[in-house]
């Protein structure tokens, strides 16, 4: 996504409207690189995953796994990009004194397949993912999307800044998630 080729309008187009969210965030960024009177630098983070994960996306797939529950993922061989929580506040700290501008992705390198991501859940729980075929409020997966959203992060790492790898720390991660006092937000 470019934000300097972006169409700024007060409203969607009938194509868009039904998702609002992508819409509203290609809109401020286009709006700051446009009209912005000052350097802006617009930071893209995928899925956080960690420790401190207040959305807890990572614990629906590891408790349903763990206890039996169906998962209902749309496409489980979609990919998806995700970053360490500590790599995202990394980059935070590390591009205060950057003078880069524009859009930069952060995100591990590799991109997340869901059906693996299930499988190092498996691993650690010992249980094998139930994935129905009919979806219900409570069994839609939150990275239940369905197509691959995968970030570039070659200009990341251009600029210096090196993402660590998903084998790196997301395995261990998920095994940390079997004691409960490992899974308390760090943001209360």
């Known amino acids: ?13 009938e194509t868009e409207k039904d998702n609002l969210y992508k819409f509203g965030k290609r809109q401020a960024e286009a709006v700051f690189a446009q009209k912005a009177n000052f350097p802006v630098t ?10 401190d994960d207040y959305t807890h996306r990572l614990s629906f797939h590891y408790d349903r796994v ?19 929580s500590e790599d995202a506040a990394n980059f935070l700290l590390w591009s205060i004194g950057q003078k880069f501008t524009g859009p930069v992705n952060v995100a591990s390198p590799e991109s997340l397949g869901l059906d693996q991501l299930l499988r190092w859940i498996a691993d650690s729980t010992g249980k094998k993912p139930l994935l129905v075929n009919k979806e219900t409020d409570s069994n839609h997966s939150p990275y239940g999307v369905h197509e691959d959203s995968v970030l570039d992060v070659s200009h990341l790492v251009s600029l210096g800044f090196q993402p660590k ?13 079997a004691d409960p006092d490992s899974r308390q937000s760090k943001l209360h």
């Open 165 to 177: 790898s998903l084998s790196s720390w997301l395995p261990g991660l998920i095994r940390s998630m």
């Open 1 to 13: 996504f470019d934000p300097l080729a972006w169409n700024i309008r007060e409203n969607p187009e």
């Open 42 to 51: 617009m930071i893209r983070f995928p899925f956080i995953l960690g420790p």
């Open 66 to 84: 763990r206890d039996g529950k169906a998962i209902y993922m749309p496409a489980p061989k979609v990919k998806v990009s995700v970053v360490q």
